[in-house]
């Protein structure tokens, strides 16, 4: 299973647009990039996922470079409701058996 | 749809006792899996089953049971409570479609103590 590093914190202010990075550098041909949100108490919320370059829905981006070994979550204009925690996970999703595993997270506080 | 439902909310046990903690989803996923999330930690994979009849251990299975009989239902049995298992237990599942679009569905949760 490819490792993945976040920072364990990250502090924004209302209106600007956060980036948080992810480092997986031992990530295998078959294995996607998948980011997920979660509040205090409730479980994690899918956000968005892709396998390279860069990949945008109506809640985030996500930006792969060439050699995946890192990946970046770009949240525009963040309000004080994106407060939760980001989680960076990489795997096979096409693999039945594969198991996605959560690291740590990043910790978002956005402030007023 | 009602989605990822977990049963029950809350519960307090007592060392030794045993439990069953219950997960239902209604939208006909494949795969369905257990994780803990220990307080200010990320969430770690205790079972998994990629259909009925079919389970797999994750990370951390040593003390849980799982069984699949039905695609709607997975439910999680402590075997003898101990303190160590005191955490949040969610339940999730996803559709093992071929494609690029693949999502986790999550539970509420279930915050168990041991004492």
């Known amino acids: 299973l490819a490792k993945t590093t976040q920072p364990i914190s990250m502090d924004s202010y209302e209106g600007q647009e956060v980036n948080i990075t992810c480092s997986h550098n031992?990530?295998?041909?078959?294995?996607?990039i998948t980011w997920y949100q979660q509040f205090p108490s409730q479980g994690p919320r899918f956000i968005i996922q892709?396998?390279?370059t860069k990949v945008t829905n109506e809640v985030a981006s996500l930006f792969i470079p060439a050699d995946r070994k890192s990946s970046t979550l770009s949240l525009p204009r963040v309000s004080l409701s994106d407060t939760a925690v980001y989680y960076c996970l990489v795997g096979d999703i096409r693999n039945a058996g594969n198991m996605l595993t959560f690291g740590g997270g990043t910790r978002l506080m956005v402030k007023p | 749809n009602a989605g990822v439902t977990q049963t029950p909310k809350f519960q307090v046990l007592k060392t030794g006792q045993s439990m069953t903690l219950q997960c239902a989803q209604d939208m006909n996923h494949e795969y369905m899996s257990w994780y803990r999330q220990d307080p200010g930690m990320g969430l770690r994979l205790i079972h998994y089953s990629v259909g009925a009849g079919i389970t797999d251990q994750g990370e951390v299975p040593n003390g849980y049971n799982v069984s699949r009989s039905t695609t709607e239902d997975f439910p999680l049995r402590l075997l003898s409570a101990a303190p160590s298992q005191t955490s949040v237990y969610f339940c999730?599942?996803?559709?093992?479609?071929?494609?690029?679009?693949?999502?986790?569905?999550f539970g509420p949760g279930t915050r168990l103590t041991v004492l």
């Open positions: 999730a599942s996803r559709p093992l479609r071929a494609g690029d679009y693949n999502e986790q569905f």
């Open positions: 892709g396998y390279k």
């Open positions: 031992n990530i295998a041909t078959n294995d996607y």
